[in-house]
C-alpha cells in the first residue's frame, strides 16, 4: 500500500509497488495485519478518562470489595473529589448498591463521593454530596435508600464535575483517547448532553488537540429549525442526536417498557413523548442536522419510531432519509420499529457489549425482564437483513473500548439468530460508523486508491473467513472468492494487539 499526503494512492503486490514508488519510506509490516482504523460511534470522552486515571469500580467483585476500593482511594487522594465508574451490582453477592452510610464510613466524614453504576443512569453518593445540593431530595428520581436516578442523578453529576479544574478534565481527555489510538480507533463520536457532562465539557472537547478526531453530539431537544441552529452554532457541535434520552437503562430500572419489568413493578421512565421527539426530528431535518435518540426500552423504541413515521409523513421519506438520522442503542426493538427505520433510513448506533455483559440465561437482562423478553433483545441479524444501517461501538466507560471485542460480540451473539458475521460486524465498526458520523463518500473505512490513510497494524494470528451460520452461501468462506480474511474471535480466542495506529497520514500511537 502507498501513501501520500494522508491518502491512500495505490494498492498491489510488492515489486511493482517499490518500482512505482522508488524514493518512498519503506515499511515493512513482517507478518502484521493492517485494517481500516475503527470508528467508536457512541463514547462519553471525559467519563473515560476519569475511570482510566481514577477510581474505576467495574472490577469490585462485590459490594465489600466496592467499599474497600473506595476507601483506598480515598486514603490515596485525601481531600480529593472521589468520582468513582462502574459499579455493576448484579452480580455482587450481596445483591445490593451500597448505601450513602457505607460511603461515609469507606469515604471519611464529610467527603463528596459520586459513584456512577456501570450503565450511567444511577448513582450512589455520600452523605456530603447530598447535603451540598439540597434540591436533590425533592428532585424526581430521588427515593431514600435507593440509587439517585433521573432528575436527582443529573443534579448530584452536575455537582461533582463542576468541582474538577481544566486541568484535570484535559488529564481525563487526554488518557481516553491516547486509550482509543492505542486500540486502533482512529475518531470517536461523543454523546454529550446537559444532563451527561454539560456545555463546557464539549466545548472544551473540542478545543482539544488530539490525533483521534472527535464528532460531537449533543443531546437537547429543540422544537424548530431556528433552535437547532443556534444550538449547533452555538456549542460548535456536530448534531442534536447522541443521548437525547427518550428513557434510561435496564439495569436502573428505567429503561420504558410497555409491561412491567421482571424483578420490580415499574414499567421505568419516560423522558421525551412521540410529540417531542417528532418536533425535533422535524425541526432538525428542515434545518439539514443529524438528529437522534437514546432509546432502549420497548416502548421508547416504539415512540421513536411512530415520530420517525410521523415526520415522514409530513416532509416526506427521501427527505428525512437524507439526514442520516440516528437511534442509540434501539435494544428492545421489534419488527414493526424494524421496518420503519429501515424505510425511513435510520441508522442504528448499537453495542454488542452489552449482549455480552448481561445477556444469556443468568444475566442481567433474564433477571430485570425475564428470559423470553431477554432473549428478543439486540437482534442485530433481523436489523441487517432488513436493511437498516448499523454503526458499532462501546458506549464507553459502559462497556470496555475494545472494538475488536465489540466486534466479537456481535459475532458470538448469546442468542441463536441474532448473531451477524465477524465480515459484517467489522464492516459497522469501521464503513458503517464512518456513515453514522455523516461521512459517505464510499470509501471512507475501506483501503482502496482515494481514501483517507486511517488504519491500524496489528499483531494477529492466522486470518480466517468465518460466516455467521451455515446457511450462508459457500462463496463467502471459499478462498476462491479473495474475501479478505479477519483475526480468529472464537470465544476464547486472543484479540489482536495494536502496534500502530494512523489517521489520515499520521501516526498517532505505536506499540
Request: charged letters at 20%; a negative charge; hydrophobic letters at 45%.
Amino acid at each position: 500500500m502507498a501513501i501520500e499526503d494522508g491518502t491512500v494512492v495505490w494498492l498491489g503486490a510488492e515489486r511493482p509497488g517499490r518500482a512505482l514508488h522508488p524514493d518512498a519510506e519503506i515499511i515493512d509490516l513482517e507478518g502484521a495485519f493492517v485494517a481500516p482504523g475503527f470508528v467508536d460511534p457512541h463514547v462519553h470522552v471525559t467519563a473515560l478518562g476519569l475511570q482510566l486515571t481514577g477510581l474505576d469500580l467495574s472490577r469490585a467483585a462485590s459490594l465489600a470489595q466496592c467499599l474497600s476500593l473506595v476507601g483506598e482511594y480515598a486514603r490515596s487522594h485525601p481531600g480529593a473529589v472521589i468520582i468513582g465508574e462502574g459499579w455493576d451490582e448484579t452480580a455482587w453477592p450481596e445483591g445490593r448498591p451500597p448505601a450513602p452510610t457505607e460511603i461515609d464510613a469507606a469515604a471519611g466524614p464529610g467527603r463528596i463521593a459520586y459513584l456512577v453504576r456501570v450503565d450511567a443512569h444511577s448513582a450512589v453518593v455520600s452523605t456530603a454530596l447530598l447535603e451540598s445540593v439540597p434540591e436533590i431530595a425533592t428532585a424526581e428520581g430521588h427515593t431514600r435508600g435507593e440509587p439517585l436516578c433521573a432528575h436527582a442523578h443529573h443534579l448530584a453529576r452536575s455537582a461533582v464535575l463542576d468541582r474538577l479544574d481544566r486541568a484535570q478534565r484535559d488529564r481525563a481527555r487526554r488518557a481516553a483517547l491516547d486509550h482509543a489510538a492505542a486500540n486502533g480507533i482512529v475518531a470517536v463520536h461523543e454523546c454529550a448532553g446537559p444532563q451527561i457532562s454539560g456545555t463546557a465539557d464539549v466545548t472544551e472537547l473540542l478545543e482539544f488537540a488530539h490525533g483521534v478526531e472527535v464528532r460531537a453530539y449533543w443531546g437537547e431537544a429543540v422544537r424548530t429549525a431556528d433552535e437547532a441552529r443556534t444550538l449547533v452554532k452555538e456549542l460548535g457541535v456536530h448534531g442534536l442526536a447522541g443521548d437525547l434520552f427518550v428513557d434510561g437503562s435496564f439495569g436502573s430500572h428505567t429503561a420504558l417498557l410497555h409491561a412491567p419489568y421482571a424483578d420490580r413493578d415499574t414499567v421505568g421512565r419516560g423522558y421525551l413523548d412521540v410529540d417531542a421527539i417528532a418536533a425535533h426530528l422535524s425541526a432538525c431535518t428542515e434545518a439539514g442536522i443529524q438528529a437522534g435518540f437514546h432509546a432502549i426500552g420497548d416502548a421508547a423504541v416504539a415512540a421513536v419510531a411512530e415520530a420517525v413515521a410521523r415526520v415522514a409523513a409530513e416532509v416526506g421519506g427521501p427527505a428525512l432519509a437524507a439526514r442520516g438520522h440516528r437511534v442509540e442503542h434501539a435494544e428492545a426493538i421489534g419488527p414493526e420499529q424494524i421496518e420503519t427505520f429501515a424505510r425511513f433510513g435510520v441508522i442504528a448506533s448499537v453495542q454488542p457489549g452489552f449482549d455480552a455483559a448481561w445477556g444469556g440465561p443468568g444475566g442481567m437482562y433474564a433477571a430485570r425482564l425475564g428470559s423470553a423478553r431477554a432473549a428478543a433483545l439486540n437482534p442485530f441479524a433481523a436489523m441487517a437483513a432488513a436493511g437498516i444501517g448499523l454503526a458499532i461501538g462501546s458506549d464507553a466507560p459502559v462497556t470496555e473500548l475494545n472494538p475488536w471485542a465489540a466486534v466479537r460480540a456481535a459475532a458470538q451473539h448469546r442468542t441463536p439468530g441474532h448473531q451477524i458475521s465477524p465480515r459484517a460486524a467489522f464492516a459497522a465498526a469501521t464503513r458503517g460508523a464512518w456513515r453514522a458520523g455523516g461521512v459517505r463518500d464510499g470509501v471512507a473505512g475501506t483501503l482502496v486508491p482515494g481514501a483517507p490513510a486511517s488504519y491500524a497494524i496489528w499483531e494477529a494470528a492466522d486470518l480466517v473467513v468465518a460466516a455467521a451460520s451455515d446457511t450462508v452461501q459457500r462463496w463467502s468462506t471459499d478462498p476462491r472468492s479473495r474475501v479478505p480474511g479477519l483475526p480468529p474471535l472464537d470465544p476464547g480466542a486472543p484479540l489482536p494487539r495494536c502496534l500502530r495506529t494512523v489517521h489520515r497520514g499520521t501516526t498517532i500511537h505505536a506499540a
